[in-house]
């Protein structure tokens, strides 16, 4: 099968002002694809699936509960093709992580350019200058509302790593060393128990109170994950770090609960996505936020700001989320982690660091203290560089939050109007009007969870893709509960008003039989 978006794509470039040279280049590439595709072109995904179940190790592979196979073939914007001819709109890209459109032009001509330098590692143990660039872009985009050059402890730097976890792991890592205090008498933790030198409890962790609401990515590798209720992670019990940990709702209450059972001689690391992702894109009140971040820091702890979802631009709001309510420099973050929609689906992820950090472990080295050397073999190779840095150039240039925003208002008003019509299926009385989130960050949310599970294999059916997310709750004692709410996440880069209106279209059909299901 020909790709299906190839005439499409080269049009967008000569639309966009590529050289012809550079087009000449991508008509190329598809020249090759229909060979390159052939293995893979036998239209049966039942055949696909059986091939992924004999290779995987089906005990901890597998997708998100509940959703159908869809074998991507071919790919362009905010459309998906698959091995069986079958076109959708995808509203959940890959879990947020194709921000800026599938095999956007610009990007692609980036990639290819650093690919064709032969240098593809990641150059871990030497100087990357193509890092260098992105990291210069990453600290622009954290400093455009801010005058942090002005003030070197405010100033950004940025660690890269190979992915979301390891970026999570990295900035508690970096808190929790910076927060140690030689003289502190500590509640030891199960990691640094029995050990009693001052050096190897700096390097295993102990220091920190970690706070972290329930229903988000919480960035602890997978057992933090496990602990905090996201169904997919269940029972799956790696090692974290050797840090105390609570999980809180995102009330003001949960949290001054959780520090009055803070342990002595440890400060509190506040570490929260702001709109959380598999809770179905609840949002958290800006009030919750503030007085939580405020606590955090006058009792000497860190805010990180969970970003791999939102940012960047995804809200609709500011190119970083925290960037539209933090204004006073006292709710600021330390630490902001991010992922996904950087590397527009290859693996780019990081986390930005305040110069006042960086001073900070540096003085304990000179002390003799250390966190450990860190080392990340895949960190960010050239070419997810190059892509990365070409990525926020465009958001910024082309005003990728004020997309979000209007594209964003746009697909809210559809939603809302889909729930009036469907009353019966929508959770549409509750105070956000069953439709949780914001910008392109947008959900659906059912009354029920079997409406959910009814929804995800029909959205292929009716050519539309989305995710789930929320928990319904059955049993107080279960507190993982079953996802209620389709979550809907369209290419920024690409979604335009009839994008959108394909989206609702096809998703109104989809709530109309389960609603004739019922």
């Known amino acids: 099968?020909?790709?299906?978006?190839?005439?499409?794509?080269?049009?967008?470039?000569?639309?966009?002002?590529?050289?012809?040279?550079?087009?000449?280049?991508?008509?190329?590439?598809?020249?090759?694809?229909?060979?390159?595709?052939?293995?893979?072109?036998?239209?049966?995904?039942?055949?696909?699936?059986?091939?992924?179940?004999?290779?995987?190790?089906t005990a901890l592979e597998g997708r998100f509960p509940g959703t159908p196979p869809f074998v991507h073939q071919y790919a362009y914007g905010a459309h998906v093709t698959d091995v069986s001819g079958r076109e959708a709109v995808d509203a959940h890209t890959g879990i947020l992580s194709v921000l800026y459109g599938h095999n956007n032009?610009?990007?692609?001509?980036?990639?290819?350019?650093?690919?064709?330098?032969?240098?593809?590692?990641?150059?871990?143990?030497?100087i990357n200058p193509r890092a260098l660039a992105f990291k210069d872009a990453i600290i622009?985009?954290?400093?455009?509302?801010?005058?942090?050059?002005?003030?070197?402890?405010?100033?950004?730097?940025?660690?890269?790593?190979?992915?979301?976890?390891?970026?999570?792991?990295?900035?508690?890592?970096?808190?929790?060393?910076?927060?140690?205090?030689?003289?502190?008498?500590?509640?030891?933790?199960?990691?640094?128990?029995?050990?009693?030198?001052?050096?190897?409890?700096?390097?295993?962790?102990?220091?920190?109170?970690?706070?972290?609401?329930?229903?988000?990515?919480?960035?602890?590798?997978?057992?933090?994950?496990?602990?905090?209720?996201?169904?997919?992670?269940?029972?799956?019990?790696?090692?974290?770090?050797?840090?105390?940990?609570v999980f809180i709702q995102p009330t003001i209450e949960s949290f001054e609960r959780a520090i009055a059972m803070m342990p002595k001689g440890v400060k509190p690391i506040f570490h929260a996505e702001q709109i959380l992702g598999v809770g179905g894109f609840k949002v958290v009140p800006i009030e919750v936020l503030e007085h939580i971040v405020r606590r955090v820091h006058e009792l000497g702890g860190l805010f990180i700001a969970d970003e791999v979802q939102t940012a960047p631009c995804r809200t609709?709001?500011?190119?970083?989320?925290?960037?539209?309510?933090?204004?006073?420099?006292?709710?600021?973050?330390?630490?902001?982690?991010?992922?996904?929609?950087?590397?527009?689906?290859?693996?780019?992820?990081?986390?930005?660091?305040?110069?006042?950090?960086?001073?900070?472990?540096?003085?304990?080295?000179?002390?003799?203290?250390?966190?450990?050397?860190?080392?990340?073999?895949?960190?960010?190779?050239?070419?997810?560089?190059?892509?990365?840095?070409?990525?926020?150039?465009?958001?910024?240039?082309?005003?990728?939050?004020?997309i979000a925003r209007r594209m964003g208002a746009e697909l809210r008003l559809g939603l809302k109007t889909i729930g009036a019509m469907y009353p019966d299926v929508v959770d549409n009385d509750s105070a956000d009007s069953g439709v949780p989130g914001k910008g392109l960050m947008s959900g659906l949310r059912f009354r029920s969870a079997g409406s959910v599970a009814k929804a995800m294999p029909l959205g292929p059916e009716h050519g539309v893709l989305f995710g789930n997310g929320g928990r319904e709750m059955h049993d107080p004692e279960d507190f993982r509960g079953a996802p209620n709410t389709l979550r809907i996440a369209p290419p920024v880069g690409a979604t335009t008003s009839s994008v959108v209106a394909e989206i609702l279209t096809r998703l109104q059909s989809v709530v109309k039989r389960i609603s004739t299901l019922a």
């Open 140 to 245: 622009n985009s954290l400093s455009l509302d801010d005058n942090t050059e002005e003030d070197p402890m405010r100033a950004w730097r940025v660690l890269f790593a190979s992915g979301g976890n390891i970026a999570g792991d990295n900035a508690r890592r970096i808190g929790d060393g910076a927060l140690y205090d030689e003289g502190a008498e500590r509640v030891q933790t199960d990691s640094t128990r029995e050990r009693s030198d001052a050096l190897a409890d700096l390097a295993l962790g102990g220091n920190s109170y970690v706070i972290l609401f329930e229903d988000a990515y919480s960035g602890n590798g997978i057992r933090g994950n496990a602990e905090c209720g996201v169904g997919p992670w269940r029972g799956i019990t790696t090692p974290g770090l050797g840090q105390n940990k």
């Open 105 to 126: 032009p610009k990007l692609l001509m980036a990639y290819i350019k650093a690919l064709a330098t032969g240098v593809w590692m990641p150059t871990s143990t030497h």
């Open 316 to 402: 609709g709001e500011a190119f970083w989320y925290w960037q539209s309510w933090a204004k006073d420099i006292a709710l600021q973050p330390d630490m902001v982690v991010f992922a996904k929609g950087f590397g527009n689906g290859r693996p780019v992820a990081g986390v930005a660091v305040r110069g006042a950090l960086n001073e900070r472990l540096l003085e304990l080295q000179k002390k003799g203290f250390s966190l450990g050397k860190w080392f990340d073999t895949n960190q960010v190779p050239p070419p997810e560089a190059a892509l990365g840095e070409e990525g926020v150039k465009m958001a910024i240039e082309n005003d990728y939050v004020g």
């Open 1 to 57: 099968m020909p790709n299906p978006y190839a005439k499409r794509m080269l049009h967008d470039a000569r639309e966009m002002g590529m050289p012809e040279d550079e087009i000449a280049v991508l008509r190329g590439i598809h020249a090759l694809e229909p060979t390159v595709a052939e293995q893979f072109d036998s239209g049966d995904v039942d055949e696909m699936v059986a091939w992924d179940k004999e290779t995987a190790v």
